[in-house]
Nanobody, 114 residues
Framework: VQLQASGGGLVQAGGSLRLSCAAS????????VAWYRQAPGKQRELVAGITRGANTRYVDSVKGRFTISRDNAKNTMYLQMNSLKPEDTAVYYCKAENLRIAYWGQGTLVTVSS
């Protein structure tokens, strides 16, 4: 099983990035998926999640700016990040889980300059 995250980079405050996470060797559609992030010196936190039934949730700090989505036909999840702020700087990780197991991607670095 592999989750491959991509799309990170350096962007100025106010800019946008779109993260992708492609899954292989799993039946993607039966997993709840989510994006987490970990900033230097901080604990990893949930940013956004989307269930198998397409229900979404967001941490308060990104509501109205970030949008999580999934394309089960492509085994891929996305995180559209708009109006980025320096405090969004972190390594972003994707996760796929069900009741029995969880898989993590390798992380992609997002750096937002002021």
């Amino acid at each position: 099983v592999q989750l491959q995250a991509s799309g990170g980079g350096l962007v100025q405050a106010g800019g946008s990035l779109r993260l992708s996470c492609a899954a292989s060797r799993i039946i993607f559609s039966i997993y709840d998926v989510a994006w987490y992030r970990q900033a230097p010196g901080k604990q990893r936190e949930l940013v956004a999640g989307i269930t198998r039934g397409a229900n979404t949730r967001y941490v308060d700090s990104v509501k109205g700016r970030f949008t999580i989505s999934r394309d089960n036909a492509k085994n891929t999840m996305y995180l559209q990040m708009n109006s980025l702020k320096p405090e969004d700087t972190a390594v972003y990780y994707c996760k796929a889980e069900n009741l029995r197991i969880a898989y993590w991607g390798q992380g992609t670095l997002v750096t937002v300059s002021s």
